[in-house]
């Protein structure tokens, strides 16, 4: 059995997200330069439940994201290779 440790980043990390409040599509944007290859997310709900999930192959400018929940707080955990990122997102 292997462990593999992820290293969290700030909200100053990854990615950006916005508009944050949302009325339900949100645009992730790459921070750093260059591009990512890889980019996966889940959307967990305030009960800890993951309501929504997905994987960009290739994040340069900026990829829309259809938020398909109710009004509310929601974590956004964003992974690129090891690193982690964990964005408040509220759908308005």
Do not use: C, F, H, W
């Not at 100053?12 to 790459?30: A, D, F, I, M, R």
């Amino acid at each position: 059995n292997t462990t593999t440790a992820v290293r969290p980043e700030s909200e100053s990390g990854l990615v950006s997200l916005y508009p944050n409040p949302t009325e339900g599509v949100v645009t992730l944007k790459n921070k750093g330069t260059g591009s990512i290859e890889s980019i996966q997310y889940i959307l967990i709900d305030a009960k800890g439940v993951k309501v929504a999930e997905g994987q960009v192959d290739y994040l340069d400018n900026g990829i829309e994201i259809n938020l398909p929940v109710a009004s509310g707080v929601y974590l956004m955990i964003v992974t690129v290779a090891d690193r982690q990122q964990v964005i408040t997102v509220v759908k308005q």
